[in-house]
Nanobody, 126 residues
Framework: QMRLVESGGGLVQPGGSLRLSCVVS????????IGWFRQAPGKEREGVSC???????YYQDSVKERFTIATDTKKRTVYLVMNSLKPEDTGVYYC????????????????????WGTGTLVNVSA
């Protein structure tokens, strides 16, 4: 069965950096779309960044030029490198996989993904 496990969250100063990792078990990433979502306290969950092997990628406007998503299919791992972190980046970050790489931007915006991890907390604070 599909299993997603996130790691790498923690407390970081504004302007600092973190790298999140998501290890996928039970399936290959060859034909899937995968991405990162986040939910701040009291706010709706939102898509952060998604990617597929069709070379499609999506970034939420608020993280463009600051965050980078990358995959290692052999390790079945997806990374989110976060630079220049701001307090508004605080939240629980979730990794998610969809069974199809098509319409990735729409799925990333809507959060309509098939499989989800349990999240890792990112706290950006002085």
């Amino acid at each position: 069965q599909m299993r997603l496990v996130e790691s790498g969250g923690g407390l970081v100063q504004p302007g600092g950096s973190l790298r999140l990792s998501c290890v996928v078990s039970g399936a290959s990433l060859d034909d899937y779309g995968i991405g990162w979502f986040r939910q701040a306290p009291g706010k709706e969950r939102e898509g952060v960044s998604c990617i597929s092997r069709l070379d499609d990628s999506y970034y939420q406007d608020s993280v463009k030029e600051r965050f980078t998503i990358a995959t290692d299919t052999k390790k079945r791992t997806v990374y989110l490198v976060m630079n220049s972190l701001k307090p508004e980046d605080t939240g629980v970050y979730y990794c998610a996989v969809d069974a199809s790489p098509l319409r990735l931007a729409m799925k990333c915006r809507s959060g309509r993904m098939d499989y989800w991890g349990t999240g890792t907390l990112v706290n950006v604070s002085a």
